[in-house]
């Protein structure tokens, strides 16, 4: 690979802005926050960062429910707030993308307005509006992902309309060319400020079987996995259109110097979601890769995942890697505190541009939410199904004490104001999460072989992950060993070389048994 593009060897860090700094002391981060924190991604050492959606919204979905989408939320700031953080992040070499939902606008958006107006409005078509079916109910079955069906029904003009997400979302109809046209304007809009890119948001969502046929129900489902699963997304989801909606996106990013970046956000069988690179690679750069997201924590599995997505890419399309955001779990939660850097090591060190999320460089944890104080509407509208997003959207600690350095107010959701969980203490402390974040985030941009190598599994077996990473150049080869178990293991045979890095704040020798819960990389000889 000659000319590497930036977002190839690089780290990109999402921003949960809500959670992320608070300047103005009403409990909820916002744009001047980020500004003013942009020194602890620079110390971490990322190459970007995404932020959630920063624009006029209701907030019935916490800002993926937008009512204008050229403009700031006052709650995060004004547009020349925008402009200085952007300009402070590219002042430190930081990229910016923004969260672009096309899916659905906020049902306060003038465009819906107007579509709800009436059978002949302007834009009745830029949205999909069905008749009942005979007896009156819902055009067909199918569900929205936040509970219940996913039509709402419109008394005045004796129509539904479609929402896959809430009511307050209604979808926008991506089979008007006048919407595509439309969101393509968005964009440009925010590349010609000087945006470096957007992730898309409910990508696989984006377009409906044409013929509205009812989707199957999915044989797998039992009552937890909560209701939007019992029915499969075969006529909702992964429509055969999305490639081309993802190569006309795509040539809009394409209209800039340099070339701004797309990730596509869509869950998925790895088959499914690498189409949308497009079949000459021009569609999205990235369609993330969530298959390491709900995985269970075995060599094992994690060794099958590798392999099956390495097989599944396109040729010449570059991987990505997710192990959090702002709807999943927190990965400490999931694996354990103590596993919290073997997936760190994970997550840095596979071939592909991996994505943090924002306070997984300080291992948080899931926050429990007492009852009074749930936010999110899909644990609200389906309760039980431990669905709700908000022991993931709790704000960072920046410091001790009660508002944690968030916030001089009340927070928008409960802190975690354990002292080991804050960046003020993490940063002084050598032998901390963050200290060590910041040690693989130095050893990557260092090493060719972990930002752009080749990758071979080795080994998964008896607790014990082992891949390597050779150089581009046919230059040094980095052997990953990450020991997933409590217990101490033997290195996998064969693996000798010299110690680059430990996740143990001791120096092992290179060749001892991996201690529990140790990440080792070893420069293999020859
Ligand atoms: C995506 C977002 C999620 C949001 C949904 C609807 O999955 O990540 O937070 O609720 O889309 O926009
Ligand atoms: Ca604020």
Same mark, same amino acid.
């Given at each position: 690979m000659a000319q590497a593009e930036w977002w190839q060897g690089g780290v990109i860090y999402q921003i949960y802005p809500r959670s992320f700094m608070d300047l103005n002391g009403d409990g909820i981060g916002d744009l001047a926050g980020i500004a003013a924190r942009l020194d602890h991604l620079v110390a971490l050492g990322v190459d970007a960062i995404w932020i959630s959606p920063i624009f006029p919204s209701p907030m019935a979905d916490f800002g993926y429910d937008i009512s204008d989408y050229c403009a700031i939320d006052p709650m995060f700031g004004t547009i020349a707030d925008f402009d200085a953080l952007l300009a402070a992040a590219h002042g430190r070499g930081l990229r910016v993308l923004l969260d672009l939902v096309p899916g659905h606008t906020s049902d306060k958006h003038p465009w819906f307005r107007d579509s709800r107006s009436g059978r002949d409005a302007a834009r009745r078509d830029w949205y999909v509006w069905r008749d009942p079916a005979p007896d009156g109910g819902p055009p067909n079955n199918w569900l929205s992902e936040f509970g219940g069906p996913a039509w709402t029904f419109d008394a005045p003009s004796g129509q539904y309309y479609l929402n896959?997400?809430?009511?307050?979302q209604p979808a926008l109809n991506w089979r008007n060319p006048e919407v595509a046209e439309a969101i393509a304007g968005v964009m440009r809009f925010w590349f010609d400020r000087g945006v470096d890119g957007f992730r898309v948001d409910a990508f696989e969502n984006l377009v409906m079987d044409a013929a509205f046929r009812n989707n199957p129900p999915n044989p797998?489902?039992?009552?937890p996995l909560g209701p939007a699963r019992s029915l499969l997304g075969q006529h909702t989801k992964h429509q055969p259109e999305l490639v081309a909606i993802a190569q006309a996106m795509r040539r809009v990013a394409a209209e800039y110097a340099p070339e701004r970046l797309l990730i596509g956000e869509a869950y998925g069988e790895p088959e499914e979601v690498v189409r949308y690179y497009g079949p000459a690679l021009d569609g999205f750069q990235q369609p993330f890769n969530f298959q390491l997201i709900g995985l269970d924590w075995t060599p094992a599995a994690v060794a099958e995942v590798i392999n099956e997505y390495e097989a599944a890419l396109p040729p010449g399309a570059w991987p990505n890697w997710v192990l959090g955001n702002h709807d999943r779990g927190r990965i400490a939660s999931r694996v354990g505190p103590a596993q919290a850097r073997v997936a760190m090591v994970l997550l840095l060190t596979l071939r592909g541009t991996p994505t943090i999320y924002q306070g997984d460089e300080l291992g948080m944890e899931n926050v429990p939410i007492p009852p009074d104080r749930v936010r999110d509407p899909w644990e609200i509208n389906v309760p039980g199904h431990g669905l709700g997003r908000d022991p993931v959207r709790t704000p960072l600690a920046w410091?001790?004490?009660? *508002?944690?350095?968030?916030?001089? *107010?009340?927070?928008w959701l409960p802190i975690d104001t354990r002292p080991e969980v804050c960046v003020a203490r993490q940063a002084g402390d050598p032998a901390s999460m963050v200290a060590f974040t910041r040690r693989l985030l130095a050893l990557r941009r260092a090493e060719s072989a972990l930002a752009l190598g080749a990758v071979e599994v080795l080994h998964a077996g008896g607790g014990v992950l082992a891949y390597v990473r050779q150089a581009p150049d046919g230059g040094p080869r980095l052997a990953i060993t990450l020991n997933f178990t409590g217990r101490e293991q033997p290195l996998p045979e064969g693996l000798v070389g010299e110690l680059v890095?430990?996740?143990?704040n001791a120096n092992p020798d290179a060749g001892a048994p991996l201690a529990p819960d140790e990440a080792r990389i070893l420069r293999l000889r020859g």
């Open positions: 896959i997400f809430l009511p307050e797998e489902w039992t009552p410091e001790e004490g009660p *508002g944690a350095g968030f916030t001089t *107010g009340t927070p890095l430990s996740s143990r």
